[in-house]
Structures are given as structure tokens and as C-alpha cells.
């Protein structure tokens, strides 16, 4: 150091005009170590997008504090200046994701800026307020585009994976759900017990769930793929403009510094070589896998692709749908016939729904449990099937063709002796082909399963009346004792 600069460091420093910006970050987070992620897509600290930004904004913020000590220490002594250097870290935290200090990238313009500043406190360099502020100002603007870019990628990739974590957390409680009704339907003990929902149903739910999961999935994709588009538009201009403010930096300082000017531009030369488009094109060499299937996806995903528990399960098969002329009957309202899409499953159930469309959604508008149902034939071309208790009874009647009804009855039949009853056990008076009540619009013409008890009492009946015909009548006896009442109050006639 000159006589004269000596001179004019002890007039114009004092100790108390000696400042630094320290680093704000404890050192036992400089020294923590670093992993790169393995996946991208879900917008926080396990995405590797995520992580990229993230570093680009610490490299801005190590910038920012490099230049802001360089304003607080324009004046200060070459101590402070070697304090100042060891801001910069070489490699960054992260330099797994950037180029080696060997290539001509980020990690290498500032190793290169380390080197130099090294000089600068060897030479008690005093850098101008202009430059420096230009530099703050700069990097400002960059840590503000920065810091928007990942906000944006975190609030727009951020709420679909959570999404999307969500549909796969029902979709596992769906499917736990589905394992427990396929083996209560497997268990002997619990045949011809109502549960509270079908498999069939809850395997709709499933199926809907994953679609549900598939077009998150399939969003998600062309959401992250549009990010990083976006990133690799934004990376070259970023990079480009770090090194240009770094290399002006550094010009300013071979201008004021005659001894710092050769190695200013060696550096200055060697930081112009530096690509925009190197980081990114080393990033997507060492992750292209990883950022091209955002959560293992492809786009591509279908509801059906996806495997659960469950899935193939005979408790969750159809007997039987289609499109039915259908009414209902309670005590508090009659219907007209409407067409309606019935299903019989293979757990016992019958549900209506109002057209195939809601069958996916798996929301039917009536469901009867069939084994604790009664099924009759009635009037020609109509089934009708009864439920509930006495006093709030619910009948469905279907209209059809004769070949048609009898299928239907015929697997209603098939799907309630696989959900029978236990020996010994009550079925609330349930069961298959009982006639309907005497109250019912519809007066039965043919009870299959009981048309032998009927018919036996219609005999004897009959010959007891034509027994009663045949005495003799005295005159002593009520007019009319030949006629007998029936239980309604009206003579029976054979006829």
C-alpha cells in the first residue's frame, strides 16, 4: 500500500465508519446438507421446480447482500472487505442443481467473483456508489421477478396436489370401506342382513373417485408442464442479467483501479461466455425424468387404471339393469309411470335410478333390500315388489313385458338366495312371491308361490258350501244359513 493511500485512509476512516451487512442466515443452515428431490408437481418444498426457484432466489438474496455490504463498506478498511468476501459461497448450498464451478455457469462467475474480491482487499479498493447501486437496483428487479415466479408456481401447482392427495386419501378410505362390505357379504353370520350400503355402490364411488383423480392428475400435468416453460423463458434472461451485472461490476472497478484492471477483464471475458440457457439445459439433464412425469404421471391417466382393493369382486357385479316403466306407492303419495333405470346386484339390492347417467355417480333414488322385500307377480305384465313395515310400506311396481318380468323376478330370486337368511334367523316377514296386500290397487291373478295354499282353501270352501246346499231346510232356520260369509263380510261362491 502507497504512503499516500495510508495517509488517506487515516484522515478519511474512522473506526467507527467501519460497517457490514452479516449474514443474516446461521451458519448451521449454511452447513446443512442439501438433497434434491425425485418428484415435481406438488408445489412446496418436494418439488424440484419448486427447489430450483428457491435457490435462485437465495443466489439474488447472496447477490443483494454482497452488494449491500459493498455500499455500507465503500470507505472501510481491507479487513472489512475480507469479511465482506466470505459472503459469497463456492460451491452454493444447492449445487446440485447448477453447473460445477469447472463450466461456464452461475456456480463459475462466482467463484470467479470470490477471486476477485480477494484482490479488491489486497488493493483497498474503492468501488463508486454509482455502480453499486445500479447493481442493488438490478438485482432487485430480479429477486422481485424471482420471488413472483414462485409464488406463482407454488399457489397455482400447490392447491391441485393438495387435491390431489386428498381424492387418493378417499379413494383408500373408499376402498378400505369396499374390502369390509365384500366381506360381510362373504360371512355366512351376516346373510340376508341390510347394510348400509351396497358394494356396488360404494365400488361406483371408487371408480368415481379415480376419474376424479385421473383429471386431477391429467391438469396437474399441463399445469407443471406450463411452469416450466414458463421457467425455462424466464431462466436465460434472469442468468443473463446476473452476469451482466456481476461483469459491469466488475468493469467499474478495473476503470477505477489500475491494478485490478488485467484481472477484471480476464474475468470479465471469462463471465461473457456464460449461456442463459446452460443452467437450464444442465438442469434437464440431470432431472429430465423427474420433470417430465410430474407425480409419475404421463397425462394420460384413466379412471380404470388404477387398482384397488376389491375391484373385481362378485359383490360389487350387476345381475341385471336396464330401462324400466316404473311407479311407486306409499300411504303418503302414488306416482304416475315413469321410466326409470333399475339395477339388481349381487348383494341383494334393487335400486332405481332416474336414468343411466346417475348410474356412475352412484346415487340411485330408491334402493330395496330384496331379502327383506316381497316380490309377486300381479296383474299381466306387472311386477310388484313391497317393502317396509305395516304401517310405512313402500311398493314399486314395474311394468314389462311377460318374458321381460319373469328375468327380473327371476334374478331378484337368484340375488336373495345369495343373501338368504341363516337357518333359525328372522326375516321380519320378508321374502320372495308373497301377494300383495288387500288393500293394494292391484287385485293379484297369479301368486306363483302361493297359488297351492289358495287354491286349498277355495276347496274347502266350496264343498262346505255345497254341502250347506244340499240339507234340508227347516222352516225354524235363518233365511240365508246356506250361504257362507267370508272373513269380508260377502257370501263365497265357488262360482
Sequence with gaps: MSKSL???????????????????????????????AQDTGSGDENDICYQRLTTWLGVVENYQEYFQSMVAAELDLATVYARIGDILRVPVQESVLLLPTSSDGVQAVTKRLKGFQQLMVEGHCAISQAT????????KLLHAGVKDLKESYSSTILPMYNELEQCKLSIDRRSRLLMVAIKAADDSASAGKEVVKDPFIINLE????????????NELYR????????????????????????????????????????????????????????????????FGDVLAAPQASDGQAQGDDYAYEGKGSEWVQVLRQGVVALREQSQ?????????????TTRGYFHVFRSQGDVVRGVPETSVFLPRARIAMVRAGTLQISSGSKFNRCRIVIQDGAASLDNWRLLMESACFRNACPPGSSTDGGG???????????SPTCE???????????SALSKASRRRSLAPHHADSPLGAAATPTARGRPFSAD
Excluded at 453499486?132 to 438485482?139: G, M, P, W
Excluded at 371408487?206 to 392428475?217: F, G, M, N, P, S
Excluded at 304416475?336 to 333405470?341: A, G, R, V
Design 6 to 36: 495510508q495517509r488517506r485512509l487515516q484522515t478519511t476512516v474512522r473506526k467507527s465508519d467501519i460497517r457490514v451487512v452479516t449474514s443474516s442466515k446461521p451458519a448451521v443452515e449454511a452447513r446443512r446438507s442439501f438433497r434434491a
Design 132 to 139: 453499486k447501486q445500479d447493481a442493488l437496483a438490478t438485482l
Design 206 to 217: 371408487v371408480k368415481a373417485l379415480l376419474r376424479k383423480r385421473a383429471e386431477i392428475e
Design 223 to 286: 399445469v407443471a408442464t406450463a411452469q416450466q416453460a414458463r421457467i425455462s423463458e424466464f431462466e436465460p434472461q434472469f442468468v443473463s442479467r446476473l452476469a451482466e451485472t456481476v461483469s459491469s461490476f466488475m468493469s467499474v472497478v478495473s476503470e477505477q483501479h489500475k491494478q485490478l484492471r488485467l484481472c477484471a477483464k480476464r474475468d470479465v471475458r471469462a463471465i461473457g461466455k456464460v449461456d442463459g440457457e446452460s443452467e437450464w439445459k444442465h438442469f434437464i439433464r440431470s
Design 332 to 344: 303418503l303419495f302414488r306416482s304416475t309411470w315413469q321410466s326409470k333405470y333399475g339395477v339388481v
Design 432 to 442: 320372495l312371491a308373497t301377494p300383495p296386500d288387500s288393500g293394494s290397487e292391484e
Design 448 to 458: 306363483r308361490r302361493h297359488s297351492s295354499h289358495l287354491m286349498a282353501r277355495r
